[in-house]
Nanobody, 119 residues
Framework: QVQLVESGGGLVQAGGSLRLSCAAS????????MGWVRQAPGKEREFVAA????????DYANSVKGRFTISRDNAKNTVYLQMNSLKPEDTAAYYC????????????WGQGTQVTVSS
């Protein structure tokens, strides 16, 4: 069992930055791929970023590529999402996710943290 707890959301002006953190419980954190998914009001859930078990491979949605950076610290059981040059369209609830095999088969979700970008 893995529990995920996000933090770091908040209100920021367009062009600003935020760093989200996701702390995981359990001893098996390094065995999971990790990622971030967001959902804006009235919209479907959207993949944002993913990182491999060792952290050596990352993947991003086109909408955030070049602005967001995902990283992980397996010693601290934590995954991060550095968000720069934020835009109002980045406003959403951001969820941390963990999966063992496939990104479309998430094993664990966090409770979410709200990011609001004002124009």
């Amino acid at each position: 069992q893995v529990q995920l707890v996000e933090s770091g959301g908040g209100l920021v002006q367009a062009g600003g930055s935020l760093r989200l953190s996701c702390a995981a419980s359990g001893r098996t954190f390094s065995r999971y791929y990790m990622g971030w998914v967001r959902q804006a009001p009235g919209k479907e859930r959207e993949f944002v970023a993913a990182i491999s078990r060792s952290g050596g491979i990352t993947d991003y949605a086109n909408s955030v590529k070049g602005r967001f950076t995902i990283s992980r610290d397996n010693a601290k059981n934590t995954v991060y999402l550095q968000m720069n040059s934020l835009k109002p369209e980045d406003t959403a609830a951001y969820y941390c996710a963990a999966w063992f095999t496939r990104r479309d088969s998430i094993d664990y979700w966090g409770q979410g943290t709200q990011v609001t970008v004002s124009s």
